[in-house]
T-cell receptor, first 116, second 114 residues
Framework: DQQVKQNSPSLSVQEGRISILNCDYT??????FLWYKKYPAEGPTFLIS?????DKNEDGRFTVFLNKSAKHLSLHIVPSQPGDSAVYFC???????????????FGKGTKLSVKP | KAGVTQTPRYLIKTRGQQVTLSCSPI?????VSWYQQTPGQGLQFLFE???????NKGNFPGRFSGRQFSNSRSEMNVSTLELGDSALYLC?????????????FGSGTQLSVL
């Protein structure tokens, strides 16, 4: 059973507009959430994260919102740029991973295309 | 600072063979995690090593194994390869000392099983 779900496999947005990528999770024990971006032939790179004690975290053009009651988080990119075109992965971690810091539960990703 | 290095970049094997993949973490990082990425399943956690000890393990069969050396370099081995093992194998490193650290990923090894 998938614990982290990204229900939109793809998203197309015009340059300059807002991109909103969504992620749902089922495990209420998750206490930390991350977004990674992946270009073809490269490994994922960290984008932004949020702790479960917060509902918003902002870093430049990127903002992540967390709605714990709905078990939902979203990544907003404003304004979107063609260089943002990539696959975006939502990931979560919980304290029950036995102290391991490397065990993240990933969604299947959303491919974002930003058109000039 | 050099990033996470994975070798080889590409591998082609046949069913029944075994394969060993290598990962060199960022200098100073002691935790190495391995993930399998397939189009249908996304990234799935295989295992994590910290200071030469396996600290956590995902839900993969025993054919998948790993180890970590004293210099923190890690290897992953898959024995008796199956067609379904075709995937991108990603390695990630972190210090392993703090909670909720971000992971730094390598570019991966693309394994094709024929």
């Amino acid at each position: 059973d998938q614990q982290v779900k990204q229900n939109s496999p793809s998203l197309s947005v015009q340059e300059g507009r807002i991109s909103i990528l969504n992620c749902d999770y089922t495990n209420s024990m998750f206490d930390y959430f991350l977004w990674y971006k992946k270009y073809p032939a490269e490994g994922p790179t960290f984008l932004i994260s949020i702790s479960s004690i917060k509902d918003k975290n902002e870093d430049g053009r990127f903002t992540v919102f967390l709605n714990k009651s709905a078990k939902h988080l979203s990544l907003h990119i404003v304004p979107s740029q063609p260089g943002d075109s990539a696959v975006y992965f939502c990931a979560a971690s919980s304290p029950s991973s036995g102290g391991s810091q490397g065990n993240l539960i990933f969604g299947k990703g959303t491919k974002l295309s930003v058109k000039p | 600072k050099a990033g996470v290095t994975q070798t080889p970049r590409y591998l082609i094997k046949t069913r029944g063979q075994q394969v060993t993949l290598s990962c060199s973490p960022i200098s100073g990082h002691r935790s190495v995690s391995w993930y399998q990425q397939t189009p249908g399943q996304g990234l799935q956690f295989l295992f994590e090593y910290f200071s030469e000890t396996q600290r956590n393990k995902g839900n993969f069969p025993g054919r998948f194994s790993g180890r970590q050396f004293s210099n923190s370099r890690s290897e992953m081995n898959v024995s008796t390869l199956e067609l379904g093992d075709s995937a991108l194998y990603l390695c990630a490193s972190s210090s392993g000392l703090a909670t909720n650290e971000k992971l730094f990923f390598g570019s991966g090894t693309q394994l094709s099983v024929l």
